[in-house]
């Protein structure tokens, strides 16, 4: 273009030569573009060749060839001056030289010569690039020497004015490579020189400069920014390779125990990390749960101190690019008091015996808590008031001994509560009952419920009839209770007392083995002995007072008047006795006691009615009203007895009365003796008369048995064919056995009377009762007691003619 533009601006000079080289000349300036106005450019005086006053003679004129006016003339002084300020790129742009033209006409004569302005070019323009800023954009990591072209800049100035050189600011990374273009033109590349980071120097700021080669030079920047790419280059970094913590026991789950966060110098998807386990165990997997996004920790299950004490969890942190970062979290789980101690029986003795001596060991246990430390240190404790305490052995282990002696009888079982109890906070306890038995001992004998007993029993009883019974009870248990019962020896009135009574060995219950006679035997004691079965047993007695009651089985006895009526009495009334005259008193006795002895006297019958009556307390008999002539001599009365018993018993007495004239009781004394004496005699010659009886008796006896053992002998063959005939059976024998398999049990009382003195002073005693004999009569018939005197005699000879009587029917 220059080159064009050269050639037709000289060429257009040349045709413009030819055209007026006849009548002008041509004359040539220069001025540097940018002067002041008014500056000068030329003097043309000396190219017209005329001096100043023909010029301005000649009115001289400047007239511009272009459509701008750029020079003026001064005609006084030929000077051709710049009108404006010339801006040689704005004239001419971009042609060189740059040449402006005008001509200068003179009037007489006309004159034309041309004026050439070459407008010199001047350093004023800077460099110029096309935009202020140029962004580049690379990748982190490109290698060096990599090359990145700039954009050129623009110097409207020329030649050397234009662009020289470029410069770059100072920099880490860039260098620039200034070329050239085959036309001269530089141009300029940005050469990586240290490889660039973006996580180091994300943006990168340049200032690229271009430089002209003017006088003085100027220079146009440009900013280049570039932009580092990011590129994976950087894996995930946790801050901590190693978390050390602490949670306790039984957190609850969703609890946040930490948060790993791992960064990544990366943008980005590369810097995205995703946190998650890495290998590890399944007891970490059931405890724990990470949030994969947020890196937290979070509890998920149970964390049990007993099971796990620590977890190691390796997590891993990967980014986008698949770069990954591990760490290590290491919880420590802190023990939480929530295991209770509990409490293992090792051995027990149970039963226990209640003699067990204190320290004897019960029972032996040991306490065990999981948890550790002050959580785990247990100490046990049981109820107060128990005859046991606590021995602490080594290693957790107690011993339950006895402390007090024991008594089964007071408390047989113990239920012993072992409180364990650690020392956590909380504190957990648990409990165990031990049931500790005590076992018997035969400590206790056997205790009657009365210190004595009194029993009562009708006379006449059934024998075997239950008395009473005794009941003696044994604190202790099973045979040291078992109580059996026994009597003492003793006497009753010379008998053994076991033929009285019996006990039964297991009930206590007191039997009379005979029939008893309250008239005999009022009361008597046995000694009642009660005896356990422990080992060794223990015994212990009591006093049984029998107490026979009375009953009514005795008939009054009329002691005067005597009633065998061999010597009828006769009391005497002298016939002039007055009324209320007491004549007699009937003495009855009754061997009954109480109330079944009280008598009262009644006259059943009487000679002459009206004339006597009987005392009904005291039995007096007396006269009722004076006693006349008419009255017989002779009187008799039946006086009746009665006691007062239930059923009454009753006899009678007959009473004969004498009335005489003139009679009184001094005489009847008199009477009454040589009487006596003649009873006396009578007595004698009876008593011969049964000794003699007796022997002869006796004597008839043996004859008989001697003749009897004879015809036995001889008759032996005939006596055992004709055997029917019962042997040893007679007339009374079966009788007896009958009443005594009745059970009602008759006997003969036999007494022994004495009478002395007169009537009326006639005492009675009893003398020793007589072995009771069983009798032939029907018991409790009445007044058929066998009174005899001298009754030893008597009864031995009713056995003999008993005997007699069994000899007679054989
Ligand atoms: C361009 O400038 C640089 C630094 O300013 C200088 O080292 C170099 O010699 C220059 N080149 C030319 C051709 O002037
Ligand atoms: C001991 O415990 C047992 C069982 O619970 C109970 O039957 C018994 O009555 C208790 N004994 C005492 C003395 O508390
Ligand atoms: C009657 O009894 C009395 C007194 O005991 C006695 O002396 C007398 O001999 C008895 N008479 C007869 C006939 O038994």
Not at 776 to 793: K, L
Request: charged share 20%; with cysteine.
């Amino acid at each position: 273009m220059e080159i064009h533009h050269n050639n037709k601006q000289g060429w257009s000079f040349f045709l413009y030569l030819c055209m007026c080289g006849a009548i002008c000349e041509s004359f040539h300036y220069s001025v540097p573009e940018e002067r002041k106005s008014g500056s000068l450019v030329a003097n043309v005086l000396k190219d017209l060749k005329i001096d100043v006053k023909e010029l301005s003679v000649r009115r001289p004129w400047l007239v511009s060839k272009s459509t701008k006016q750029y020079f003026q003339l001064d005609p006084h002084s030929g000077n051709v001056l710049l009108k404006d300020k010339i801006d040689r790129e704005a004239v001419c742009g971009q042609n060189d030289p740059c040449v402006l033209l005008s001509e200068i006409v003179l009037e007489n004569p006309l004159q034309v010569h041309r004026i050439e302005v070459e407008i010199e070019d001047v350093n004023d323009n800077s460099p110029q690039f096309s935009k202020k800023e140029f962004l580049l954009e690379i990748p982190e990591q490109t290698l060096t020497n990599t090359r990145f072209p700039v954009e050129s800049a623009e110097d409207l100035d020329k030649g050397e004015n234009a662009v020289q050189n470029y410069t770059l600011n100072h920099n880490d990374h860039f260098g620039l490579d200034v070329q050239s273009h085959p036309g001269g033109s530089k141009y300029a590349e940005l050469v990586l020189q240290k490889p660039l980071d973006r996580e180091k120097d994300p943006r990168l700021f340049l200032i690229l400069s271009a430089v002209d080669g003017g006088t003085p030079k100027r220079t146009g920047t440009a900013n280049i920014i570039i932009d580092v790419l990011d590129v994976n280059d950087n894996a995930p970094h946790f801050p901590q390779s190693l978390y050390n913590l602490k949670i306790m026991e039984n957190t609850q789950p969703n609890t946040l125990v930490t948060k790993v966060e791992a960064t990544d110098l990366d943008l980005g998807p590369n810097a995205e990390i995703t946190y998650s386990f890495s290998q590890v165990p399944e007891n970490v997997l059931r405890s724990f749960k990470l949030n994969k996004h947020t890196g937290e920790l979070i509890v998920a299950g149970v964390i049990d101190y007993e099971e796990n004490r620590n977890y190691a969890i390796s997590i891993k942190a990967t980014d986008g690019g698949g770069l990954s970062a591990y760490c290590k979290v290491i919880v420590e789980v802190e023990d939480r008091n929530d295991n209770a101690p509990e409490v293992t029986l090792t051995s027990l003795t149970s039963p226990l015996p209640e003699d067990s001596p204190p320290d004897t060991i019960v029972a032996l246990f040991s306490t065990v808590d999981r948890d550790s430390g002050e959580n785990g240190r247990t100490s046990c404790t049981i109820q107060a008031n128990l005859p046991f305490m606590l021995k602490v052995a080594e290693n957790n282990y107690y011993q339950l001994v006895t402390q007090q002696p024991l008594d089964r009888e007071s408390v047989s079982e113990y239920n012993i509560t072992i409180t364990a109890t650690d020392r956590g906070f909380p504190r957990l306890t648990s409990t165990r009952i031990i049931n500790v038995q005590i076992s018997d001992v035969n400590d206790n004998a056997p205790v009657f419920e009365k210190s004595t007993y009194e029993m009562q029993l009708q006379e006449n009883n059934i024998p075997g009839l239950l008395i009473g019974l005794v009941q003696a009870n044994d604190l202790d248990t099973e045979q040291n209770a078992k109580v059996t019962y026994s009597l003492l020896p003793g006497k009753v009135s010379s008998q053994p007392v076991s033929s009285y009574v019996s006990i039964n060995s297991e009930t206590g219950n007191l039997y009379a083995i005979r029939s008893l006679d309250y008239e005999q035997v009022k009361d008597f004691q046995v000694t009642v002995r009660a005896v356990d079965s422990g080992s060794p047993p223990l015994s212990f007695q009591v006093m049984v007072r029998v107490v026979i009651m009375d009953e009514n089985d005795n008939a009054p006895f009329i002691l005067y008047p005597l009633q065998n009526g061999t010597s009828p009495s006769n009391d005497l009334v002298p016939r002039g006795a007055e009324a209320g005259y007491l004549v007699t008193k009937v003495v009855a006795v009754d061997r009954d006691s109480g109330q079944n002895s009280w008598l009262s006297y009644e006259l059943l019958k009487a000679t002459e009615p009206g004339l006597f009556s009987v005392g009904a307390q005291n039995g007096e008999v007396k006269t009722m009203r004076p006693i006349n002539k008419r009255d017989t001599l002779k009187q008799k009365l039946i006086i009746g007895v009665r006691d007062n018993g239930h059923p009454p018993q009753s006899t009678s007495a007959t009473l004969s009365i004498l009335l005489v004239d003139g009679f009184s009781d001094p005489y009847m004394k008199m009477v009454d003796i040589p009487k006596e004496e003649v009873v006396q005699e009578e007595d004698r010659n009876l008593t011969m008369y049964l000794v003699i009886c007796l022997a002869v008796i006796s004597f008839i006896f043996l004859v008989s048995v001697l003749v009897f053992i004879a015809i036995k002998i001889q008759k032996r063959r005939k006596f055992i064919e004709t055997s029917t005939l019962n042997f040893p059976v007679g007339p009374n024998f079966p009788e007896i056995c009958g009443d005594v398999d009745a059970g009602s049990l008759s006997r003969a009382y036999n007494y022994e009377v004495c009478l002395a003195g007169g009537s009326l002073n006639s005492e009675f005693r009893f003398l020793r009762p007589l072995f009771p004999v069983f009798s032939v009569e029907p018991a409790q018939s009445q007044g058929a007691q066998r009174i005899s005197v001298g009754t030893q005699d008597l009864s031995s000879d009713a056995e003999k003619t008993e005997l007699m009587n069994q000899v007679r029917i054989i």
